[in-house]
């Protein structure tokens, strides 16, 4: 049962019904709920009678079969003291703050030399304001998942993003050891970062299991989802540039302004890609949010990347546009020698060969001209895309028979990007048998601890601990013959002191516009990758072009509307919160360019997850206003929006 | 095109024009049509008319498929030198279809070329939309 109000305290509920259906084992709700011994935030779930947000969890119907637990949940009544609801974001709001930090740990603002200072003086400058909506995740397996408890402790069959991240939060919120807790995830059907963390369907299945000691299964419907499993905060983004005549930038400035839930703080990285990825002497880069009665924000794909590199690609192409300078060769021009924000050396930075290698693949200089054919209005945009390239400590062990195969046990996870089957190409690799004869086994809390599949981190970090794996079992089988055993562990990655790590793209996209309409098109959308070493080409080219698609769908399409007045998400389905589809994608390719980065990791191999989707806006905003003249600045690019300037 | 739509009910089988198969919001904005509890659709009849022949439906729409129609306008012309009917219905514009009486009136004994882009402003002079939905006035395709 889920809150209809966004703001206010439970003053009564009614399970009285519900609980006679037959069928119903029972209610929980904050009266009678099991104390939870560690829980904050939004896993506090059922535990006193406040209400944060639309949506959230207020009582908790367990039955025989879903069906009666729906039907009953339908039963249940609660009465509210309800309080107008504050959701809605606004650049002035009197009650924004500085966070500690953003995510994951970087430093709210930064400044170098003076900004505005540099602003005011330069001889050419834009100054724009880009915002993009709330965005849902939304994989296409809903969140679900089954507690058990036994003598031993409680297991939990889940679809998640990483089982010894859900374990460490399940010990915690129930004051549990680890060792009582075991989360199995063998096969997950997507997640987009909205399965990294414990949501409270999970502590709330759990709690159900506990208190009726039998197996609970909850699965989240569609609906469900759009408040219980995460979102991106939606974002107001002021970017001002200066820059000589020639192009040379003499200062960014970027001013974000998002939102976060009251009981749960998630700040978004909005500008951080903004802080290294071209050279100026002066810099200012800054978070404000307003904590608000919304879902709890959290990771979707490229948590800031996606949002960030949006504004600041669009503001590139505006000051472009504003020095006359194709802006290929200003991006080429805005070069740094170094990361300007950690004064290191890039490990390899490959953004200039994949402009000059998307341009020639795309027909830039043919595509970029303006024309009308027919009905359409046509151009084209191009944007630049970037992730970090980082990795976590990840451990391992490997088994081999003697027969000659061999087993490899790593908590991975395989969320629907092929890490199951690239894992197994490493190893093979690098034992140098044939794939048929290793398997590797993840998904499972009980295996050796790996980090989750987060920040395109996953084949970097769990790569290197099956490479030293294999390697410390290649030595014992020398020295000692088969069977043997090995085990590994990684840490994080040393180099990074050393050297700015990240992945480099550029996406080049066509569109043409119905010139009476506004509808949008997107017949041509190429992204040129420099991502290290591409270990599966059919796993990496369907993990970039995925990005690709979700970053169309971001500028086109996706877009969660929020009720100012009951806080609520108006269009919590699929009919109505719109992801591109198969139609709205036309000729779409990703390539990359020969890079081998041996200080990232062993593999030499950068993270592809996040990438493909950071820039595709961008680069689609570009294009509309190439064809039109119509600069869209808000996501996403509706026909009205584009309209509204014809 | 006067289609009959056949419904079928607790109380057996009755025939509504499509016309009067919709409904204005009233006190009950839930209902879209002019059906009972219980009662269901189970048979459209269209005559054969000619206008079949030489007809368009037009649907602009947020994404490329699997979205309800923005605007949406089916267009049916029986001419020869002139216009001698035209059946135009909207979507998208009104609480259920609009038929654009008004516009099919206007374009009766008209020429072809050209006419529809006057009559259309004609049918819509008057449309009062809201601040969200002011953009849709000028979109129905000609």
Redesign the interface.
């Known amino acids: 049962v889920q809150s209809t109000i966004a703001r206010g305290r439970i003053v009564a509920i009614d399970t009285g019904a519900a609980t006679a259906l037959p069928g119903v084992l029972t209610v929980l709700t904050h009266l009678d709920a099991p104390r939870l011994a560690g829980a904050e935030g939004d896993l506090a779930v059922l535990q006193s009678d406040a209400v944060a947000y639309h949506g959230q969890v207020v009582a908790l119907v367990i039955a025989e079969t879903p069906e009666v637990a729906r039907h009953a949940a339908a039963l249940v009544t609660v009465e509210y003291a309800a309080r107008p609801p504050r959701v809605e974001l606004r650049a002035d709001d009197p009650r924004l703050y500085a966070p500690d930090h953003i995510m994951p740990q970087n430093v709210t603002d930064t400044f170098e030399g003076d900004a505005d200072a540099a602003l005011a003086a330069a001889p050419v400058s834009i100054d724009c304001t880009y915002t993009t909506p709330n965005e849902h995740n939304q994989p296409m397996e809903p969140h679900a998942c089954v507690a058990r408890w036994t003598a031993d402790g409680v297991t939990i069959h889940d679809s998640n993003q990483g089982s010894h991240t859900i374990r460490s939060k399940v010990a915690d919120v129930f004051g549990l050891p680890e060792e009582r807790v075991r989360v199995t995830s063998p096969y997950v059907g997507g997640g987009f970062g909205s399965k990294v963390f414990a949501h409270p369907h999970l502590i709330a299945a759990v709690m159900a299991s506990q208190a009726v000691g039998r197996p609970v299964k909850i699965a989240l419907t569609r609906q469900q989802m759009f408040s219980l499993a995460g979102h991106r905060t939606p974002t107001i983004q002021r970017l001002r540039l200066g820059a000589e005549r020639d192009g040379r930038l003499t200062a960014i400035a970027h001013d974000v302004v998002e939102h976060t839930a009251t009981i749960e703080e998630f700040a978004e990285q909005t500008a951080l890609a903004t802080r290294m990825m071209y050279a100026t002497p002066n810099r200012r880069t800054t978070h404000r949010l307003a904590a608000l009665d919304v879902p709890v924000p959290s990771i979707m794909r490229a948590p800031g990347e996606a949002p960030g590199m949006y504004a600041l690609e669009c503001a590139i192409d505006e000051l472009a546009l504003a020095c006359g300078i194709d802006p290929v060769e200003l991006r080429i021009l805005n070069e740094p020698d170094i990361d300007p924000e950690k004064g290191l050396p890039f490990s390899s930075r490959g953004l200039v060969q994949c402009l000059r290698e998307g341009a020639r693949r795309f027909g830039w200089e043919e595509a970029r001209r303006a024309r009308r054919e027919g009905r359409w209005l046509c151009g084209a945009g191009v944007a630049a895309s970037t992730y970090p390239a980082r990795r976590r400590a990840a451990s391992a062990t490997a088994h081999a028979r003697d027969d000659g195969t061999y087993r490899f046990r790593i908590d991975a996870i395989d969320i629907g990007t092929g890490a199951r089957t690239v894992l197994t190409q490493i190893a093979a690799d690098e034992l140098d048998v044939p794939i048929e004869r290793v398997t590797v086994d993840i998904g499972d809390s009980d295996l050796p601890a790996a980090g989750g599949a987060g920040g395109s981190m996953g084949t970097a970090s769990w790569g290197s601990a099956i490479v030293e794996a294999a390697r410390a079992l290649r030595r014992r089988i020398d020295a000692d013959g088969l069977p043997a055993d090995a085990s590994a562990e990684v840490g994080g990655n040393p180099e990074a002191e050393r050297y700015s790590m990240h992945s480099f793209g550029a996406q080049f996209a066509e569109v043409r516009v119905d010139a009476d309409t506004g509808e949008v098109g997107v017949p041509r959308l190429l992204g040129v990758f420099a991502v290290g070493r591409v270990i599966n080409q059919h796993t990496g080219r369907s993990q970039l072009i995925g990005g690709m698609t979700m970053g169309l769908s971001m500028a086109l399409h996706e877009e969660a509307v929020i009720d100012p007045q009951f806080g609520h998400y108006a269009n919590h389905d699929f009919a109505e919160y719109h992801i591109a589809v198969n139609a709205d994608v036309e000729e779409l390719d990703a390539v990359w360019i020969d890079e081998e980065d041996f200080h990232v990791n062993a593999m030499g191999a950068k993270g592809i997850g996040e990438v493909g989707i950071t820039g595709t806006a961008a680069a689609i905003a570009n294009a509309v206003h190439c064809a039109t003249g119509v600069r869209v600045r808000d996501l996403p690019i509706r026909p009205d929006r584009v309209l509204a300037g014809l | 095109v006067d289609a009959l739509v056949r419904v079928q009910g607790p109380a057996g089988e009755r025939t509504v024009a499509i016309a009067d198969l919709y409904r204005g919001p009233g006190d009950e904005p839930q209902r879209d049509t002019t059906l009972e509890h219980g009662e269901l659709i189970t048979a459209v009849d269209l005559e054969p008319l000619p206008y079949a022949t030489r007809s368009r439906y037009r649907k ?9 129609a ?2 949406s306008a089916a267009a049916a012309l029986t001419s020869r030198r002139l216009i001698e009917d035209a059946r135009i219905a909207l979507g998208g514009v009104a609480h259920g279809p609009w038929r654009a009486r008004r516009a099919e009136e206007l374009l009766r004994g008209g020429r072809r070329r050209g006419a529809l882009p006057a009559r259309r402003r004609a049918e819509l002079a008057a449309a009062e939309p809201l601040r969200d939905n002011a ?1 849709k006035v ?2 129905p ?2």
Not at chain 2, 60 to 68: C, L, Q
């Open positions: 602009v729409r947020d994404r490329a498929s699997y979205s309800f923005l605007v953009f000028p979109l395709p000609t």
